[in-house]
């Protein structure tokens, strides 16, 4: 098991407040500007979807921490879901991890062009600019990344810090806002409690995925078996409080029409309070916020095939590192691929490629959380005689209940969406074998 990046003299590890940032700004990145909008028809009834996810989101983030104080390891889900399945199932997870930070970047990509275009209106409408925006956007986060797993750490700190200002302020200052009397109803929907618990559920919970972020760059982090299960939990928590807090003021603050319409409903509150420089505001916020969740996701796109590289699970070219210790190799592929996969879309509206790509990275990033449940189980089955008494029954309650959340969210994901994401799990088969065959003879 490949549990640390290459060790040399000039690599430089990444320090807790940079691993909380990871966590944070890759959770925190386009979604939460556009989520108060579909919960508009549910209005403040959309908490028991908030709470439902919070709660799940805890659960796995308990179940990342247990297993980065036992097993420490480069590749996160990957190295928990190979030592307890074996090689089959820890490449699978590996690709489809892969795969969603690969696609899901270009998502993030996109939608970063779509709120630069609040400040430069041409870029909907010209589609050279918007191609050249994606490609200087794409290769220079991706360039950052290669230098050092530090300057990528550094650049996700100061782009976390800048994203959370405008999100913190905007409850802060939009609770003195609010009129109670204008609220018309606690559910406008009209569907029972358990119905909007599971659709604005399903709704909510892609909010919090990235919140095993710390996990996956195990091998580059000062203190490991601390600062990853801090940053993990405290993360998680503080992006909870942010969405509640966030949805629950914007909600008070819009008209309910305007904003189950509205493609920038933190502009549309912010302008409640501070009129059309609060617009500006968020959509500052809003571009902050994608190219630190791009970055740190770029980060993690490169951590993952280096580390089922290490372990003759990946293409031995995904291995190679810099002087530095990175895997630049990695994220240069891993850039190469949401590059051409971006151009091929092109084509499409900001909104439908924005769309599209979400539904292919959403479900494989939610499959290895499942796996990497039921690895905990199987690392306490194998483990035992190493844990406390105490220490295992955790474990154990944590992994079931981490389980049966990924296995409602995956159900609630729609037919469509598994049936697109197990297509891209099968894709990745035939790449096992061929890998399995070169080092047959070694």
Known sequence: MNANA???????????????????????????????STLAPYGLASIYGWIFTTFGAIMLAFLFSG????????GGPYAYCRYGFGDAIGFLVAWGYWVAATVGNAAIVVASVGYLAYFFPELLNNNSYIISSYLVIIWFFTLINCYSVYTGGLVQLITTICK??????????????????????????????????????SITFWSFLGLESATVPAGSIENPKRNIPLATILG???AAIIYISCTVVIICLVDKNQLSVSSAPFADAAAVIWGEYGGMLVALGAVLSCFGALNG?????GQIPFAAAQDKLFPSIF????????????????????????LLNASKSLVSLFQFVILLATLTTVIPYSLSAVS?????????????KKTAITNV?????SYIFTFFAIAGAGMEVVYWSGLLLLLGLPLYAWIKYEHQSE
Do not use: C
């Open 376 to 388: 905990q189980l199987l690392i306490v089955i194998k483990d035992r005689k190493q844990m406390n």
């Open 297 to 301: 996701w770029i980060l993690l796109q």
């Open 6 to 36: 290459p060790s040399n003299s000039n690599t430089k590890k990444i320090g807790f407040w940079m691993v909380l940032s990871l966590v944070l700004g890759n959770m925190i990145g386009s979604g939460i500007f556009v989520t108060p």
């Open 67 to 74: 297993l980065s104080r036992h097993m420490p390891a480069t």
């Open 319 to 342: 291995g190679r590192t810099n002087k530095r210790g990175t895997p630049a190799a990695a994220i240069l592929i891993s850039s190469a691929f949401m590059t051409i996969f971006v």
């Open 236 to 238: 998680t928590v503080f």
């Open 397 to 401: 309650i944590v992994a079931i209940v």
């Open 164 to 201: 959370l200002i405008p999100l913190i302020a905007l409850p802060v200052v939009g609770v003195f806002y609010i009129e109670p009397s204008k609220i018309v109803s606690f559910n406008p929907s009209g569907e029972p409690w358990y119905q909007v618990l599971l659709i604005t559920g």
